[in-house]
């Protein structure tokens, strides 16, 4: 076994890196047919998500395999391969088994446990298998990487250690709140309708949102997920076009996006737009600041020290006094500000810039504690952008009311989660299942010396047997197969032991050599063996092919 994985994820380049670097579905065919068509490759998967990009291959050569394998990297995720190297990680044989069957797991996943992973390996290998480009070996480890992934969730607490992609993205959009109750009554615009989105669509419909509307580029799919989701009595579901997101984003609490998109799906300026509220005619209430605020504070003071008039319903206006600039200033130096404005903090007066810079008094509320200003938004739209590369403008996280959760953040806010004991149990599954799997694989290499020895001896027999024939043309059939059978039993009596002992000694570590001692030994052609080995591979690939 020769497997080699050479990718980058979110443990290894930031996401910035990864946006660049994501590969569209067509752009992963045709890297898997050129890694097929490199020299050092016989076999090859692509997994691709939104975090991470992981070529695996069987090559004959390890340093070759990595070259060749990074630059067709780069090469096809337009990322140039001098900045790209440094964020790529590389796993050869037994530890590249167990960095897939921890992908699995999700132990390497940005939520650890997350299950979202399993569908996207189950992808990978179809795409493998559609393309040929998937044989015994890839079909072999992705396969059982599938089983253990399984084992771990059902056998372990692994899904208490973290959840999926989607529900951490709602549990800080929520930011802090129980996400059930914070979810209730929301309308909620999902974008796309492949399997994050739909897994989106689906938890925001369990949570008890109010109204959930799809959109997808190709209406039908939207319409099917809505199907699916829409039960009598429940909440309302609709699908739409992408033509209709503007408009639906102007009734929406939440938007979800996750879409194949290469450009932007919702900019800073379409965010704004879908924000904008046509303000009603302002009265004189309207214009006054808040009670306790500090323009108030400065008016009240003012009007008393007949600077202005007190425009306060039943005050009889009074003139204003007009005051030389010296008067002015030497009256400031004497009191100082008469708000107080001069004994607050640099940062203070900033709060309270902030505060007159935005004039939706809905929106903020200015609180006077301690002699200290503080603010409080009141979020509008939550926005989480599960896409890669992203969907959503990280510029709109400066409008006001607006708040945004992506691919970074989540990343950042998953560095401090804690884990869970039974990550433990699960590595230690992990380890089994790898040793497992090589034992396996090592002994599935010997097996095709071991037919092809067995083959051999079957045609000594054979021709033994027609030998005897012509030597002794008397006899009948009953004596003649007797004779036949006493000689297949003698062959098979002293291949037995050795070839039991030799698939044994083939399965531990550094048994690779006992196969090539084997053909010395009996001399066995070698075009033989490799042609008992391709029909093999022909038949595994037949056999896997119907059990993603």
Not at 44 to 58: F, G, M, P
Not at 338 to 347: I, K, S, Y
Not at 458 to 473: C, H, I, Q, S, T
């Amino acid at each position: 076994m020769s497997l080699l994985v050479v990718g980058l994820s979110h443990r290894s380049a930031p996401v910035s890196v990864l946006e660049r670097a994501s590969l569209a579905a067509d752009t992963q065919i045709k890297l898997l047919q050129d890694t097929l068509a490199a020299e050092p490759a016989a076999e090859a998967a692509v997994l691709a998500t939104c975090n991470r990009i992981e070529l695996y291959a069987d090559v004959d050569k390890f340093h070759a395999g990595v070259a060749e394998l990074s630059t067709l990297l780069a090469q096809h995720s337009g990322v140039g391969l001098e900045e790209l190297t440094p964020y790529l990680y590389v796993h050869y044989e037994d530890r590249a088994v167990h960095h897939l069957f921890s992908v699995a797991c999700g132990l390497d996943s940005m939520v650890v446990g997350e299950g979202q992973i399993l569908g996207q390996i189950k992808d990978a290998l179809a795409l493998g298998q559609d393309l040929h480009t998937a044989g015994r070996l890839i079909n072999d480890l992705f396969q059982q990487a599938l089983r253990v992934g399984k084992r771990a969730h059902s056998e372990t607490g692994i899904d208490r250690a973290g959840q999926s992609l989607v529900t951490f993205g709602l549990e800080q959009l929520a930011d802090g709140a129980e996400v059930e109750g914070w979810a209730a009554g929301k309308r909620v615009l999902v974008i796309g309708a492949g399997s994050m989105s739909s897994l989106a669509a689906t938890t925001l419909a369990r949570l008890g949102v109010r109204e959930l509307v799809i959109a997808n580029r190709t209406l039908e799919r939207a319409e099917r997920l809505a199907a699916v989701l829409n039960e009598p009595g429940g909440m309302t579901v609709r699908a739409v076009t992408m033509a209709s997101v503007a408009d639906e984003l102007t009734r929406a609490d939440v938007a979800v996006s996750c879409t194949g998109a290469t450009g932007l799906v919702l900019t800073a300026e379409s965010v704004a737009a879908a924000l904008a509220v046509p303000s009603a005619p302002q009265t004189r209430d309207d214009l006054r600041a808040p009670d306790g605020s500090l323009v108030a504070r400065l008016a009240a003071t003012a009007a008393r020290d007949g600077r202005i008039a007190d425009r306060s319903a039943g005050s009889p206006a009074r003139p204003a006094i007009e005051d030389t600039p010296e008067e002015r200033a030497d009256s400031e130096l004497a009191e100082g500000c008469p708000v107080g404005l001069d004994q607050l903090h640099a940062e203070d007066l900033a709060q309270h810039g902030a505060w007159v810079d935005n004039a939706d008094r809905a929106a903020r509320r200015v609180v006077v504690a301690a002699g200290r200003v503080t603010r409080t938004a009141r979020v509008r739209l939550a926005l989480l952008d599960l896409a890669m590369p992203r969907d959503i403008d990280g510029a709109v996280h400066r409008l006001a009311g607006v708040r945004l959760v992506d691919i970074e953040s989540l990343a950042e806010a998953s560095a401090d989660a804690p884990m869970a004991a039974d990550v433990d149990q699960v590595r230690g599954i992990v380890s089994d299942e790898v040793a497992a799997f090589g034992a396996a694989q090592r002994a599935a290499h010997i097996t095709p010396t071991v037919v092809a020895l067995r083959t051999m001896a079957a045609d000594v027999v054979a021709g033994e047997v027609a030998r005897l024939e012509g030597r002794l043309p008397d006899l009948d059939d009953k004596e003649r197969a007797e004779i036949t059978q006493t000689v297949r039993r003698v062959v098979d009596k002293l291949l037995h032991a050795p070839t039991v002992r030799v698939k044994q000694l083939a399965s531990e570590p550094g048994g690779a050599g006992y196969a090539d001692a084997l053909r010395t030994l009996f001399d066995l052609d070698p075009e033989t063996v490799a042609s008992v080995s391709r029909a093999d591979m022909n038949d595994a690939d037949v056999k896997n092919r119907g059990r993603v």
